[in-house]
């Protein structure tokens, strides 16, 4: 297999506060005050949903520009929420300053659905773990 990713994650002696180093960059992860945590930055779930809006944008930016489309300021709002069982669901709303057509939006709501990060999530991941030393 080839490894396009790492990350380590180590606590703070902060309660649940942690610092993730992930490529050349640092990040840190908390919950929120309501759930025992500082709030002192992002819980994982809103990774989640940066991994996910982050790989949403600079995929249909790359579509656009190839198409000769002009985005201008794009945005997209994702909500993430639970059903009563538990399955976990997450809805986009896309906006852009241009006038697109309705065809150019039909398309790039076909590439949203199938972004490298959003087949990720939708067809899940294999994930295993070990005892370090």
Known sequence: MKK???ATIASTGAQYLHRIHVGHFDLDTDEPKALGGQGAGPAPFDYYLASLSACTAITLRMYAERKG?????FRAEL?????DDGKVHVHR?????Q???DEQWAR???IVANTPV??????GAVITSERGS
């Open 4 to 6: 396009v990713g790492l």
């Open 69 to 73: 489309w002009e985005l201008g300021e």
């Open 79 to 83: 909500a993430l929420s639970f059903d």
């Open 93 to 97: 709303t896309l906006h852009s300053d």
């Open 99 to 101: 006038p697109l057509s």
């Open 108 to 110: 790039l709501l076909e």
């Open 118 to 123: 959003t087949k990720a999530m939708r067809e």
